[in-house]
Nanobody
Framework: QVQLVESGGGLVQPGGSLTLSCAVS????????SGWYRQTPGKQREMVAV????????????VKGRFTVSRDNAKNTQSLQMMALQMNSLKPEDTAVYYC??????????WGQGTQVTVSS
């Protein structure tokens, strides 16, 4: 079992920055990939950034050059992993509920509870 808990959402002005955090706990060693998705009302959940086996990260075209992902290795243990999504140069169209995500080698997916990000003046 894996649990994901996000934090860090909120209201930010266009052009601003925000960092989302995700605490991933449980059977960390079973995980194949992890990352971030987002969803707006009436639309399907879309991939924002996903780190695949080997360590490379794929980003959606709409966020390339503005968003980065990182892991706080100083806090990581065999049962806890901290991930972050750093969002810069935010635009109103980045407004969404953001979810952290993890998938095991057995193709089981886990989702966080979601955190609202609103970009507005």
């Amino acid at each position: 079992q894996v649990q994901l808990v996000e934090s860090g959402g909120g209201l930010v002005q266009p052009g601003g920055s925000l960092t989302l955090s995700c605490a991933v706990s449980g059977d960390i060693l079973s995980l194949k990939m992890s990352g971030w998705y987002r969803q707006t009302p009436g639309k399907q959940r879309e991939m924002v950034a996903v780190t695949v086996p080997g360590g490379s990260t794929m980003f959606a075209e709409s966020v390339k050059g503005r968003f980065t992902v990182s892991r706080d290795n100083a806090k990581n243990t065999q049962s806890l992993q901290m991930m972050a999504l750093q969002m810069n140069s935010l635009k109103p169209e980045d407004t969404a509920v953001y979810y952290c995500y993890a998938e095991t080698w057995g193709s089981t997916t886990y989702w966080g509870q979601g955190t609202q990000v609103t970009v507005s003046s």
